[in-house]
């Protein structure tokens, strides 16, 4: 990936491919998959200012895997790749392996 820092509270994440088939074998077109609200983070930036104006560090890290709400961040191409920018307050959660 080019190097990319977002900014701020904002971070990168690449989209979890979901799997293809249901439980029952049946296969999923891609036209009818829903976009996966799962994804591991590629990037993070330095953190928010608090009222203080010192740097408040992200709770989450290149490497998690996350759930994020359905319309939550920007879609973006970088390297022809699609990821999503969103701000942190916009991830629910990490999910822990």
């Known amino acids: 990936m080019t ?5 701020h ?3 990168v994440v690449r989209r979890v491919t979901s799997e293809e088939k249901t439980v029952g074998g049946i296969i999923i077109p891609d036209t009818a998959k829903e976009k996966p609200m799962e994804g591991e983070i590629v990037a993070v930036g330095q953190g928010a200012r608090n009222e ?13 895997r996350i759930l994020f709400g359905k319309w ?9 790749e699609e990821l999503l920018i969103m701000k942190e307050s ?8």
Request: aromatic content about 2%.
């Open 72 to 80: 939550s961040g920007t879609e973006v191409k970088i390297d022809s």
């Open 9 to 11: 509270d904002r971070v």
């Open 3 to 7: 190097k990319f820092r977002p900014l």
């Open 52 to 64: 203080q104006g010192q740097i408040v560090a992200l709770d989450v890290k290149v490497g998690d």
């Open 90 to 97: 916009d991830i629910m959660g990490v999910i822990a392996s």
